[in-house]
């Protein structure tokens, strides 16, 4: 089945320690993407991946780390949580990285961080 | 900078009543955009798109958009809704010639028996 796998689907942290959250993808998409949902601001970008090895920041970056490795997988990392990273992630995959192609979403992720 | 603006934050409307959810959006260039749903606990899925051509875009589940390029408005209709089409609703839009897509703040769609 095609589909965008998150892990965790839950986690509750502490502020300051690290932590990945894990995205794969088994579509061969070249375009990965991660977003933050919160209420009332709908999905904002945070890094953005036209293919292996080549990433760039979307509209709200700071405080994120990723990495793009594999054709499969966009793991998103924290490596100093906050509070104000509190929030429901969601990584996206589509076929190329036009802006006309669907993107596909993973089940998100909810972070707490305390 | 590109904008998209979803005029109703929640929308109440009983079984079997037509609906309409609201997208207006801003950008000084040519656009592709896009209406997503998400239902609760999952991750947005398509419902529709318009790259090009004909203004009447027709989507899964009955909805269907109209493209106005002159009043830049995108907005999501259904002439009849279900229980089942409780869920949030997103508009996004992306420049033909980039690589983001900004989506809107949603609309929650509540349909009552």
């Known amino acids: 089945e095609a589909q965008v796998t998150q892990n965790p689907r839950y986690l509750i942290t502490v502020t300051g320690k690290k932590l990945t959250v894990t995205c794969s993808q088994n579509?061969?998409?070249?375009?990965m993407s991660w977003y933050r949902q919160d209420p009332g601001l709908g999905l904002r970008q945070i890094y953005y991946?036209?293919?292996?090895?080549?990433?760039d920041k979307g509209d709200v970056p700071e405080g994120y780390k990723v990495s793009r490795k594999e054709k499969r997988n966009f793991p998103l990392i924290l490596e100093s949580p906050s509070p104000n990273q509190t929030s429901l992630y969601f990584c996206?995959?589509?076929?190329?990285?036009?802006?006309?192609?669907?993107?596909?979403f993973g089940p998100g992720t909810r972070l707490t961080v305390l | 900078a590109q904008s998209v603006t979803q005029l109703d934050s929640q929308v109440p409307v009983f079984e079997e009543a037509p609906v309409e959810l609201r997208c207006n959006y801003s950008?000084?260039?040519?656009?592709?955009l896009f209406w997503y749903v998400q239902y609760p606990n999952q991750g947005l899925q398509l419902l529709l798109k318009?790259?090009?051509?004909?203004?009447l875009v027709k989507g899964i589940n009955g909805f269907e958009a109209e493209f106005n390029k002159s009043q830049t408005s995108f907005h999501l209709r259904k002439p009849s809704v279900h229980i089942s089409d409780t869920a949030e609703y997103f508009c996004?839009?992306?420049?033909?010639?980039?690589?983001?897509?900004?989506f809107g703040a949603g609309t929650r769609l509540f349909v009552k028996a």
């Open positions: 991946s036209m293919n292996v090895e080549v990433t």
């Open positions: 579509m061969n998409h070249e375009y």
């Open positions: 996206a995959s589509s076929l190329s990285p036009g802006a006309r192609d669907t993107q596909y």
């Open positions: 318009y790259l090009s051509g004909s203004t």
């Open positions: 950008s000084s260039v040519s656009v592709y």
């Open positions: 996004a839009v992306s420049n033909t010639g980039g690589f983001k897509t900004i």
